[in-house]
Every structure is written in structure tokens, then in C-alpha cells.
């Protein structure tokens, strides 16, 4: 199957691949895994205290080149964004972007999980009462 130009982009060359501090209570961190294959995305958000600001943003994924793409691009759409902002990308955006083939929306999902576990844990760290993207998170 083709890649479409942007995925070949990210692909080739990934945007903010790497780890944040696990520890920090500024970081978020989303672990999720695609039941379909069995891929896996690891996103990490860290926020500003005061403004809520996602300021950096990384990930680590291990899977096929659609999942490092939308991940790639999701840390890029996340940062500059506030956390309720970040909130409202969904994966029908990113396949959009992306030009994703319907066998691979799933990958898309996995990025939109990532962001909303990223956010989940780092609201549960600062006991930011919100059930949206805690829920999300869970399961
Ligand atoms: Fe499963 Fe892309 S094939 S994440």
C-alpha cells in the first residue's frame, strides 16, 4: 500500500521522538496499544502549571509507519495548545492531515487515545477534577 507525502514525511523524519520525566508533576504521560496489531504509542505532554499551556510535547512509538506518523504529528498539534484545547484534536483531523486508507483510521485512534491518556495522567497527578479525559484514559 502507498503512504500518502505526509506520512512519508513523518515517517522519514519524526517530529519530537524521545521521553520527557516520568516523574515531573508538569508530565502526562499516555501509554495505549492497538488491540488490531498489537502496536504500541507512548505520549508525553508537559504542561505549564499556571496557563495550562502544553509546552513540550514527545513520543515513542513502536508500530507501523500511519501510527509514527499520526504520533509524530500529534505532538506537534498539541504543543502551543492549552490542555481543554488539546482535547478537541480528534483522529478524523488527523486522518484528514494524514490522507489515512480506511484500513488505517486505527492508527489515528491510537494517537487520539495517546494525547487523551497524556492528559488523563497528568490530570490525575494534579488532582485537575475533570472526568473526560480520566475516563478515556481507564480503559
Ligand atoms: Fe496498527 Fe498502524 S497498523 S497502528
Known sequence: MAYSDKVVDH?????????????SSEVGTGLVGAPECGDVMRLQIKVNPETQVIEDAKFKTFGCGSAIASSSLATEWVKGKTVSEALQISNTDIVKELALPPVKIHCSV????????AIGDWKKKNNVAETEAVAVAAH
Do not use: F, H, M, Q
Open 110 to 117: 491510537l494517537a487520539e487515545d495517546a494525547i487523551r491518556a
Open 11 to 23: 515517517y522519514e523524519n519524526p517530529r519530537n521522538v524521545g521521553t520527557l520525566d516520568k516523574s
